[in-house]
């Protein structure tokens, strides 16, 4: 795939990308049902090949789905701020292709290099350019896929020595339900966008100004009725990921290029009760293209945890 399409579009006003964030860490991704969703199908996708005890493990793998989410109660205050900023990214905000950053130390210098040139951030108000702020949403997916990958290695490892794998049998489904909710998130385009929960700056289109992220992603799925099977035949076997990290990437910048369309169909009625045809092909869509990413990523830390 030709990486030049991933760079993200800078057509906004200055003025956008100055407001300061908040909103977006107190809202969730896809709630419960739409994560649940997209684990259970990839989950009922797993090829032969994988572990038994992995391709059994649907029902513990969909219940996974939402997990991070379940860690957002103010009640637990330091573990929803520390990782708040891994749901989502405003790509808007950025200026370079995130192939070239990998790591997630390397991404807090750039954005802190930004942050303290004035010339390079571009009207970009200081605060809004701080991690926390623009998300990180394709590193911690990467870090989890990582994790996946070793407990698969681990679990390669005890095969052959006769050891007993029960134990990284756990920590494999952990992981990879875990992997799934940051997937779900990137398929969804409030995820990757300043325009997470309404539009921002100038608005001459008359898009909804508050209010269309859980309209979406929460009230819409669950009206209408939306289940395993209503976008099972959408996902294909598995593929094998050269290079994981910009494949997330793909999903990312797709999702993002989709922002405005989800406005579109939210002023249609799109997503209101149970919504439009064209707002249902929408979202199974997305939701599909979450679970063939997950199955893919799975699959892949199967594979090359052989070498």
Request: proline share 6%.
């Amino acid at each position: 795939m030709d990486r030049s399409v991933l760079l993200p579009c800078f057509g906004l006003a200055a003025g956008v990308l100055s407001l300061l964030p908040g909103a977006e860490r107190r809202g969730v991704a896809w709630q419960d049902e739409g994560h649940v969703l997209v684990n259970r199908v990839a989950a009922e996708h797993l090829p032969e090949d994988v572990p038994a005890f992995f391709r059994v493990a649907v029902d513990r793998l969909a219940y996974l789905g939402p997990e991070p989410d379940r860690w957002r109660r103010d009640s637990e205050y330091s573990l929803k701020e520390s990782q708040e900023p891994d749901h989502f990214i405003k790509l808007e905000i950025l200026d370079v292709d995130l192939n070239s950053v990998r790591s997630r130390y390397d991404y807090y210098r750039m954005l802190y290099e930004r942050r303290a040139d004035p010339e390079a951030r571009r009207g970009v108000h200081p605060d809004s350019l701080l991690p926390e702020h623009v998300g990180l949403l394709p590193y911690m997916a990467m870090e989890g896929y990582e994790r996946l990958k070793v407990a698969f290695r681990q679990y390669r490892q005890l095969q052959r020595s006769g050891g007993d794998t029960g134990l990284v049998e756990g920590n494999i489904i952990l992981y990879a339900g875990w992997l799934g909710h940051y997937v779900a998130d990137a398929a969804n385009p409030h995820h990757t966008s300043v325009h997470y929960n309404g539009w921002q700056g100038p608005n001459p289109e008359g898009y909804a100004g508050f209010g269309i992220h859980g309209r979406f992603e929460g009230d819409f799925v669950r009206s209408a009725g939306i289940r395993p099977e209503s976008f099972s035949d959408r996902v294909g076997p598995p593929q094998l990921l050269a290079d994981p990290f910009a494949d997330f990437l793909v999903l990312l910048y797709e999702s993002q290029a989709l922002v405005e369309e989800t406005y579109r169909l939210d002023r249609a009625d799109g997503f209101a009760g149970s919504g439009t045809a064209e707002g249902l092909e929408f979202t199974l869509d997305r939701l599909a293209a979450a679970s063939q990413m997950l199955l893919d990523l799975w699959y892949t830390a199967w594979v090359t945890s052989a070498d």
